[in-house]
């Protein structure tokens, strides 16, 4: 989560709808679907969480939670972090399937323990576990990294084909019908997200929406043959603008239209935080009224508007202290533990009102610091300690909630 949204203006939207849009795209496009192709939300298929009932909140929303919920080699540890989970009211938890993890010295030894952990822990509560397969490892990496490279680890890698064979080995293991499962695996796992933030330059360097559509077209066919019902979403987009690098979601998304991969796909996925802006806000700087609507434009234009588009992370910081969460358009902090209560249900509210959503992932379950001039850090509805926050009880009932479209 390494982002700063920018504003989409009604022009950009223009040439979307025209066609003018594109990284690394070329030939004549397709002819604009009418105003009939314009699908209604089909609900998501509800997880069996104990407190979750269906067509309620709780049945569509997740949570990116605690790190020991999606990494802990102790399987008792997990267990707690997963039932808090359920006491906040999910049915889905978004964890890190990390390859650097699994396979950190070369492609032919994998260590999958604590991963099984969370397939476990996850199965036991009925939760619904997406894993976002990203970290290149070091053997894997191209040498020499690419020129401005941030973090080697979100480099991709040299060889497309070694990370398929780690996705095929992934799905053998933890999808429902894989060959791989051991003696002791009691869940599974169905939904797949294929990297983070591809369209940054901190994410997928250099950003390239070519290179990252072949990426997400191998990996997604080869899950499908081994599990041909599986759900394969595409990495999680920045709300970034045009520059520094960085390549907007839309324009990222058209980019990606040649290689094919969005045919192999069941969803788009996307980080549309809103802060400062309120999330019900039509403004130019909330990626729910701009950003989003501009790649589900794109989703259309290229026949494609069937897929749903994903929040894989969203949230509201308590960083009363921060220049981010600063509204600087009329000076109002927003970056409060009151605000937070107020808009994290705003959030959910507001964005399963769009015909073109699919699940949404809270961030974060709990703070990583103290710092109240450090946003990204205190995200979370709990404290440090792990003492609640007012949004922990807000979001709880939000969460039991029926869905108003």
Known sequence: MRFRTVCISSVVVAMLM?????AGTSG?????????????????????ASNVRPNTYGAVVGYNPLPQACGDPNPVAVLGAMSQLVRIGVGRVRCDLNWWTVQPHDRWHYDWAIYDNVVNAAAHFGIQVLFDMSFTPPWARPNPLPRGALDPSHVPPKHNQDFVHFAIAAAQRYSPNGKARPKGLVGSVNEWEIWNEPNLWGGWTPPDPARYGGFLRAVAVNIHKVNRNAVIISGGLAPAGNVNGNIAPANFVAGMVPSGALKQIQGVGIHPYTFPAYPNEQLGFNPFFSQVPAIYYVML???IGNLKIWATEIGWPTSS???QSLRFWDGIQVGTEAQQAKQLPLTLTTWFKFPWTGPLYLYAERDKCTNNSDWLCKMGIERTNGSQKPAWNTVHQQLLKPIQH
Do not use: E, I, K, N
């Not at 025209?18 to 594109?22: D, E, M, R, T």
């Open 18 to 22: 025209s066609g003018a849009v594109g």
């Open 301 to 303: 234009w290229y026949g």
């Open 321 to 323: 202290q921060s220049s």
């Open 28 to 48: 004549a496009a397709p002819a604009a679907p009418s105003a009939t192709a314009h699908p209604a939300r089909a609900d998501v298929a509800t997880p069996l």
